[in-house]
């Protein structure tokens, strides 16, 4: 079934949730590569299609190898690929994004605190939660991935 084209029927919505987004992305101490990565892992996590694909582009355009880009979903197994702040940023995208299941423990916090600024954590956690509406925007009113066949 063919979905509403939400861009085109609030764009005043996808304004603002692109201020968000621009926001994430341009105004932050935050490396782009982690952005993207913590962009990438929130979107696999809530299964957004065109979102996976996108900010795939984005980390091999970033300089990712494809073989740590890969193994994002498991990075727990593959922790030699990812530096400490990676992993942190990892970890605390996955907390924050199931929040209904985590309730963001005091741990994850302390850990997260523990290798970010305090504005940059609260930027992080800005980015987190950007991404986690644009996939339900994305998945929603199933927006496409640019792959082809």
Known sequence: MSRLDWFQISPSA???????????????NLPAQLIHLVFLRVSQINGCA???????????KEGMSVDKLVLVPVWHEAQHLFSDQERSALAWAEEVTRVSETHVSDEAYAAALAMFAEKDLVDLTVAIAAMNAFNRMGVSFRLK?????
């Not at 991935?145 to 066949?149: E, S, V």
């Open 50 to 60: 065109h979102c996976i694909d996108l900010h795939s582009r984005d980390l091999i």
């Open 145 to 149: 991935p640019a792959a082809k066949a």
């Open 14 to 28: 996808a304004k603002a949730l692109g201020g968000l987004h621009h926001f994430a992305t341009t105004a932050t």
